[in-house]
């Protein structure tokens, strides 16, 4: 008996087809990596909110809470609550409403987190504090803008 190599016809049709379908699906895969594009990032917010007369209501007027010192409870977040730390200046006992003056110094941290300095006008007093906030999440506060202020204890009773 004849030991003959397995070259039928049938035999090396299906090899020839498997090495089809592989160079196809390679090429199918190298034309998907070159055409892929990493996603979008998401939306961030704006760096000021937008001012004008329609939104400086005392509904949609944002809440600034003004912590002496560094004594936080958390960062400010999307509720209108601003979480800032005084640090010049002496907030008037009475105040419950500000103007923002200056934003500046509002780079982020290794966390993402902005520490912007800004001036508030509270009546005739000028005060200064550290706002503490991502900006991709929340706006600084704006020139111009108008605010609600409370102080931490006001804070802890809400």
């Given at each position: 008996?004849?030991?003959t190599k397995?070259?039928?016809?049938?035999r090396?049709?299906?090899?020839?087809?498997?090495?089809?379908?592989?160079?196809?699906a390679?090429v199918?895969a190298?034309?998907a990596i070159?055409?892929w594009?990493?996603?979008?990032?998401?939306a961030?917010?704006s760096?000021?909110?937008?001012?004008?007369p329609?939104?400086?209501t005392d509904?949609?007027r944002?809440?600034?809470v003004?912590a002496?010192?560094a004594?936080?409870p958390?960062?400010?977040g999307?509720?209108?609550?601003?979480?800032?730390?005084l640090?010049?200046g002496?907030?008037?006992?009475q105040?419950m409403?500000?103007?923002v003056r200056?934003?500046s110094n509002c780079?982020p941290?290794?966390?993402g987190?902005?520490?912007c300095?800004?001036?508030l006008?509270?009546g005739?007093a000028?005060v200064?504090?550290?706002h503490?906030?991502?900006m991709?999440e929340?706006?600084?506060?704006?020139?111009?803008?108008?605010v609600t202020?409370v102080s931490?204890?006001q804070?802890k009773r809400?």
């Amino acid at each position: 008996m004849q030991h003959t190599k397995n070259h039928t016809p049938t035999r090396l049709a299906s090899r020839l087809l498997i090495s089809i379908a592989l160079a196809g699906a390679l090429v199918v895969a190298l034309v998907a990596i070159a055409s892929w594009q990493p996603p979008d990032p998401p939306a961030s917010t704006s760096h000021f909110v937008e001012l004008s007369p329609g939104n400086q209501t005392d509904s949609t007027r944002r809440t600034v809470v003004i912590a002496p010192g560094a004594d936080l409870p958390n960062l400010s977040g999307a509720d209108k609550l601003l979480m800032t730390s005084l640090v010049d200046g002496q907030l008037p006992s009475q105040a419950m409403q500000a103007v923002v003056r200056t934003d500046s110094n509002c780079q982020p941290d290794q966390h993402g987190v902005s520490h912007c300095l800004n001036e508030l006008a509270v009546g005739a007093a000028t005060v200064v504090v550290r706002h503490h906030h991502k900006m991709s999440e929340v706006p600084c506060l704006t020139p111009g803008e108008t605010v609600t202020i409370v102080s931490l204890e006001q804070y802890k009773r809400l």
